[in-house]
């Protein structure tokens, strides 16, 4: 007897995006508008490392919600004026980037920070049961 086709789909979505995660996490696999990020778990928090050159504060947007940390950066593509010339290569016009980090543990939503420095997006994230709701972060 065959089990929920529904639940079969979510299983085989679920085991690809493991297989996604684990080759970029390798360095050996880089999809298209994502970023490269490091997780350290210090023991007493997950601290989430998100590489965002080029974007400003006000681009990014950090969501909580469900045990996954969503990282959405957009900013207008760079018009600069190139008087004698064509493009070549144009590889800085990328508008927008996206990450989805799931957590191994809940985390405590109210306590959760985040800095931006340098092009370098930082996001502490203290582990307690916390509530299953979304929570947008504020970047300081």
Do not use: C, F, W
């Not at 390798?26 to 350290?40: C, F, T």
């Not at 997950?46 to 969503?70: A, H, M």
């Amino acid at each position: 007897m065959r089990g929920n086709p529904l639940d079969e789909l979510e299983e085989m979505v679920d085991r690809i995006s493991r297989q996604v995660e684990e080759g970029m996490t390798s360095g050996g696999l880089q999809v298209p508008g994502s970023v490269p990020v490091d997780v350290v778990d210090t023991g007493e928090e997950y601290v989430v490392t998100v590489d965002l050159p080029g974007y400003e504060t006000d681009d990014i947007e950090l969501t909580l919600s469900e045990g996954t940390l969503r990282v959405e950066a957009t900013h207008e593509e760079l018009e600069e004026d190139h008087e004698a010339g064509e493009y070549l290569r144009r590889e800085r016009s990328q508008k927008a980037a996206n990450r989805r980090v799931r957590l191994p543990e809940q985390v405590d939503e109210d306590a959760v920070s985040a800095g931006y420095d340098n092009g370098v997006l930082t996001v502490r994230l203290p582990k307690v049961t916390g509530s299953e709701e979304s929570k947008s972060i504020d970047i300081e």
